[in-house]
Structures are given as C-alpha cells and as structure tokens.
C-alpha cells in the first residue's frame, strides 16, 4: 500500500500560471519534507513542515508556498512559475527529524 | 568543496559482479543514509546508518565515523540494480538531508 502519495504524477503548467502540488501521507509522520530536484542534480530542500510549524529554507524563493491543513496533507504551490522551476518535486515524510525518510514518486512539472 | 562527495560518479558493471560506491562527508552527522533512484524519480531509502554495518539482503552498508566514510556493497549485481544512488547525510538540529550528486550505476546482462 502506498505510504506516501503525490499528485498529480506529471503537471504541466504555463509560464506564469499558479500551480499546485498535493503530498498525503497513510504513517502520521509529524514531519513532512518538499524537495526540489533538476535534471542531473541532487534533492534540494525547499522547506519542511514539523507538525504545523513551518520551517523555510534560506534559499528557497518566495515563489514557493506550503500549506499543511491536517497531519495527512501538505501542499507545495508556486505562485508565478518560470522555466527555471521545471523540475521533479519530491515529497518525503519521517516520524520525527533526523528518522528514515518515506518519499513518495515524485511530480515532475513542465513549465510551457 | 561539496559537504558529501560520492564516487565514482557512474559506474557500468556486468551482471554478478560485485559493487561499491563510496560516499565521504565533511561535516557532523546524526545519520547517514543511502537512498535508491530509478528513472522515473521515485525515491527509496535503503539504509540508515549511524555506525557499524547493515545488510539487507544483497545490500551491505558500512560506514566509519572516525574517517567520515561509508560504502554500499551490492553482491551478485543484477540488472534491475541499475539505479542512481545517493548518499545523504543528516545531522543538523532541522533533520535536513545534505545530499551527494548520486552515482549513476548500470548493470549490463
């Protein structure tokens, strides 16, 4: 059974036209973690949720918006995107900070 | 100079052999993980490690804290091992993952 789910699996937006992405999550982890990942490149964090504190990376543009309205849900939406923000978009839970982390399959976005 | 260096970066092997990839990190670490990327993105976590050695199955990970090192084995390599690996570590009082650039590994039959 699939632990974490993200959808949709492929999104394809245009330039400029707000986009949301949906995580849930079937394990009650406290924490749930979203992850940008580039052709060729390594995860990166964007920002993670420990239960409904929202924790931002210093680097992640503002551009980017979470919400998390219950344990089970965390959406990731961009607000304007540009081609530089085609990328997979990774979304991972774990029990608490620094435990094993779940990641769901991933949304790739393309951005026309 | 990255925080957690892997290499090599791409490694082909034939099908049986036996693999490693190592992964070195710089600074102060909780755990350290191994994760498995096939194409398609999705993400798995094989191990995480804070000492000594884990092995699931043909899967054997070490590490060393004193030397800052860990390897994944892979015994009896197949063709479905082919994957991108990637080494993170995670250690900071936020629990986020410092990722390595991933190994490319291709299993040839």
């Known amino acids: 059974d699939a632990m974490v789910i993200q959808n949709p699996r492929y999104q394809v937006t245009q330039f400029g036209k707000p986009v949301t992405l949906s995580c849930s999550q079937t394990l009650n982890h406290n924490v749930m973690y979203w992850y940008q990942q580039k052709s060729s490149q390594a995860p990166k964090l964007l920002f993670h949720y420990y239960d409904k504190d929202f924790n931002n990376e210093a680097d992640t543009p503002d551009n980017f918006q979470s919400r998390r309205p219950n344990t089970s849900f965390c959406f990731l939406d961009i607000r304007s995107p540009g081609l530089g923000d085609a990328a997979m978009y990774l979304c991972?839970?774990?029990?608490?900070?620094?435990?094993?982390?779940?990641f769901g399959p991933g949304t790739r976005l393309t951005v026309l | 100079k990255n925080e957690v260096e892997q290499s090599p970066q791409n490694l082909t092997a034939q099908e049986g052999e036996f693999i490693t990839i190592n992964c070195s990190y710089s600074v102060g670490i909780s755990a350290l993980h191994w994760l498995q990327q096939h194409p398609g993105g999705g993400i798995v976590s094989l191990f995480m490690l804070s000492s000594g050695k884990k092995k699931h199955g043909r899967l054997i990970a070490t590490i060393n804290i004193q030397e800052k090192h860990s390897s994944l084995h892979i015994t009896a390599s197949h063709p479905r091992d082919s994957a991108v690996y990637i080494c993170?570590?995670?250690?900071?009082?936020?629990?986020?993952?410092?990722f390595g650039k991933g190994t490319k590994l291709s299993v040839k039959p």
């Open positions: 991972a839970t774990s029990r608490d900070i620094s435990r094993w982390q779940f």
């Open positions: 993170a570590v995670s250690g900071g009082s936020q629990g986020n993952l410092i």
